[in-house]
Structures are given as structure tokens and as C-alpha cells.
């Protein structure tokens, strides 16, 4: 058994396809299946369910499937720990974001990254929170950027940054007072995210409190909810980093939200507790905060980018 065929097995049970998994290895979809029952005969067992449809693995397959990406994870830390010692910022570096995220990070963080540091293979993958965590924990992925709050035993959370929700109004809705209060808008509509436009119970408070009169429509980006309530009134919430994608004239339509009902997100970057790429994270997180406002950047991350 060689740590060659663990990648082969690995690579067949990430995409339950041999013609996925073949063409992401560079091989042939013949020589992946022969390999495969070769590993196979060698262990007594079989890995693999194989159907016309589907590739799933055994009882015993799922068990040598996760003692096969940790041995790949335990090899890989050789190379991560010479390249450390080295002072290196090399090799692969998969990132996962959420997608309500990414749209405001990302553009520009694979522009600045990829500029200051060629020798490093970038792959990055919107997922959900909780997708990121589990894709963490298998070492899937190196890195996550999420919801603060999802951290679990054996992944570290360090606070990225926080922003603050506005509430974006038609322009036959706006008030004249210069913040919003909910209670003004007893009777308009309010247009969410299918994602619970990735807020938390804080805002969610007072949507739940406006029952009378409340219309929501579950979309699936900020971008669609603006037009929305462009094109049908109402209002939505959108976050701060949303702000200057808006054109002049719906800047004008924007308002704080005032009082109690004050709303925050706040966004951390997730790692594997026993995670030893001290210079690489330090890297991403150079190329974040030229991004990411000075006044929303969380003092941890400062101090740790200066450690």
C-alpha cells in the first residue's frame, strides 16, 4: 500500500465518479478502476460499492477511507514543516469562504495574493459554514472564512472582522429621519435571504416581532433583494461591505439601523487546531486586511499578523 493509491481511494470518494476522480489525477479511468481493485485484492476487502450510478463506499471502505486522509494529512506536514522552518510561502493552499463572503473579499484577494505570491496554488470554493468546518476537520481544505461562532474541537477560530447591517429602502418607503427604526414599518415589505441573509438572532429579533403586515421573499444574494425592492418597494438589509457596490443614487436609499436593534455580523477565519503554516496564514491574512476596512478588522487578527 503506498500513499499514492490512499490519494487514488480519497480522490474517488471526494467526487463518487472514477471519471471525476480519474481526470482530476491525470489518469485514465481504466488504470484508476484496475488500481483500485488492485488495493483491493491487497486488503481482502472491498473499498467500494460500484454501480452504473453510483460509486459509494463499504462499512469497512468509510473506515480505511478516514485513516487513509490522515495518513495523506500526516505525510503532507513533513513537507509544511520543512517549508516552515524555511520561511517558505509555497505549495497548495485551499481556501473555503462562505458565499455571502466572497463576494466582497475574494475579487481582490486572488488579485493581491496571487501577485505577491506566485509559488503558491491557489484553490478556493465557496461553501456553507458548516461545510467549511467539516471540510477542516477531514483536511480538505486549509483554510475557512465564515459566520463567527461555528468553531468545534480540533478547529482554532480567529476573529477576521465585523460590520455592521444597513437597511437598504425603496425610495418610496424612506423616511425622513436619518436612521431606520422597524417599528416605523409596521406594514412594508421585508425581503430576506434564503440563508438568513447570514445574520444572526440579534437582527432576526425584530423581523420576527414585525408579523403584521410582513412579506418575505427568500432569495439568494444581496444583489437580487436590492432589485427587488428597486423594482417592488419594501426593504431589505444588506451589510456594510455591500455599500460600495451600490450606485450614487441607491446610496441615497440606504439608512442605519438605530436603537436596540442595532445589527452586527461578524466573520472569523477557521483552521485545524494542530495547523503549523504559521508564514502562509500570515500571508492570507496580509491580503486581507488590505482589503478589509481598518475599522472592522478585529484587534486579535492585527496582533497576530504582527507576532
Same mark, same amino acid.
Given at each position: 500500500?503506498?500513499?499514492?493509491?490512499?490519494?487514488?481511494?480519497?480522490?474517488?470518494?471526494?467526487?463518487?465518479?472514477?471519471?471525476?476522480?480519474?481526470?482530476?489525477?491525470?489518469?485514465?479511468?481504466?488504470?484508476?478502476?484496475?488500481?483500485?481493485?488492485?488495493?483491493?485484492?491487497?486488503?481482502?476487502?472491498?473499498?467500494?460499492?460500484?454501480?452504473?450510478?453510483?460509486?459509494?463506499?463499504?462499512?469497512?471502505?468509510?473506515?480505511?477511507? !478516514?485513516?487513509? @486522509?490522515? +495518513?495523506?494529512?500526516? $505525510? &503532507?506536514?513533513?513537507? #509544511?514543516?520543512?517549508?516552515?522552518? %524555511?520561511?517558505?510561502?509555497?505549495?497548495?493552499?485551499?481556501?473555503?469562504?462562505?458565499?455571502?463572503?466572497?463576494?466582497?473579499?475574494?475579487?481582490?484577494?486572488?488579485?493581491?495574493?496571487?501577485?505577491?505570491?506566485?509559488?503558491?496554488?491557489?484553490?478556493?470554493?465557496?461553501?456553507?459554514?458548516?461545510?467549511?468546518?467539516?471540510?477542516?476537520?477531514?483536511?480538505?481544505?486549509?483554510?475557512?472564512?465564515?459566520?463567527?461562532?461555528?468553531?468545534?474541537?480540533?478547529?482554532?477560530?480567529?476573529?477576521?472582522?465585523?460590520?455592521?447591517?444597513?437597511?437598504?429602502?425603496?425610495?418610496?418607503? !424612506?423616511?425622513? @429621519?436619518? +436612521?431606520?427604526?422597524? $417599528? &416605523?414599518?409596521?406594514? #412594508?415589505?421585508?425581503?430576506?435571504? %434564503?440563508?438568513?441573509?447570514?445574520?444572526?438572532?440579534?437582527?432576526?429579533?425584530?423581523?420576527?416581532?414585525?408579523?403584521?403586515?410582513?412579506?418575505?421573499?427568500?432569495?439568494?444574494?444581496?444583489?437580487?433583494?436590492?432589485?427587488?425592492?428597486?423594482?417592488?418597494?419594501?426593504?431589505?438589509?444588506?451589510?456594510?461591505?455591500?455599500?460600495?457596490?451600490?450606485?450614487?443614487?441607491?446610496?441615497?436609499?440606504?439608512?442605519?439601523?438605530?436603537?436596540?436593534?442595532?445589527?452586527?455580523?461578524?466573520?472569523?477565519?477557521?483552521?485545524?487546531?494542530?495547523?503549523?503554516?504559521?508564514?502562509?496564514?500570515?500571508?492570507?491574512?496580509? +491580503?486581507?486586511?488590505?482589503?478589509?476596512?481598518?475599522?472592522?478588522?478585529?484587534?486579535?487578527?492585527?496582533?497576530?499578523?504582527?507576532?
Amino acid at each position: 500500500m503506498t500513499l499514492q493509491q490512499l490519494k487514488y481511494i480519497i480522490a474517488i470518494d471526494r467526487h463518487r465518479s472514477f471519471a471525476k476522480a480519474a481526470a482530476e489525477l491525470d489518469i485514465t479511468q481504466p488504470t484508476l478502476s484496475a488500481l483500485l481493485l488492485k488495493l483491493e485484492e491487497e486488503l481482502g476487502v472491498k473499498i467500494f460499492e460500484r454501480s452504473n450510478r453510483s460509486v459509494v463506499p463499504t462499512s469497512i471502505g468509510r473506515i480505511i477511507l !478516514l485513516q487513509a @486522509q490522515t +495518513a495523506i494529512s500526516e $505525510a &503532507d506536514r513533513i513537507e #509544511e514543516i520543512v517549508a516552515e522552518q %524555511k520561511g517558505a510561502v509555497s505549495g497548495p493552499l485551499s481556501i473555503g469562504i462562505g458565499p455571502t463572503i466572497a463576494p466582497y473579499l475574494m475579487p481582490w484577494f486572488i488579485k493581491k495574493y496571487t501577485d505577491a505570491h506566485s509559488e503558491v496554488k491557489l484553490s478556493i470554493n465557496e461553501m456553507k459554514g458548516d461545510a467549511i468546518i467539516e471540510a477542516l476537520r477531514f483536511g480538505n481544505i486549509d483554510i475557512g472564512i465564515a459566520m463567527s461562532g461555528h468553531a468545534v474541537t480540533g478547529v482554532k477560530e480567529i476573529p477576521l472582522y465585523t460590520e455592521s447591517f444597513f437597511v437598504y429602502m425603496a425610495k418610496d418607503c !424612506l423616511m425622513k @429621519q436619518p +436612521a431606520f427604526n422597524p $417599528a &416605523d414599518l409596521v406594514h #412594508e415589505k421585508m425581503w430576506i435571504m %434564503k440563508e438568513s441573509q447570514c445574520m444572526r438572532e440579534s437582527t432576526f429579533s425584530f423581523c420576527k416581532a414585525r408579523s403584521i403586515g410582513r412579506h418575505i421573499y427568500e432569495a439568494g444574494s444581496i444583489e437580487t433583494l436590492i432589485r427587488i425592492v428597486d423594482i417592488n418597494g419594501g426593504f431589505t438589509i444588506i451589510p456594510e461591505m455591500h455599500l460600495p457596490f451600490l450606485s450614487e443614487s441607491q446610496r441615497e436609499n440606504v439608512r442605519p439601523i438605530e436603537g436596540r436593534f442595532v445589527s452586527k455580523r461578524s466573520i472569523s477565519i477557521y483552521l485545524r487546531a494542530d495547523f503549523i503554516r504559521l508564514n502562509m496564514l500570515k500571508s492570507v491574512i496580509h +491580503a486581507l486586511q488590505s482589503i478589509i476596512p481598518k475599522k472592522m478588522i478585529s484587534p486579535e487578527l492585527s496582533q497576530l499578523s504582527t507576532t
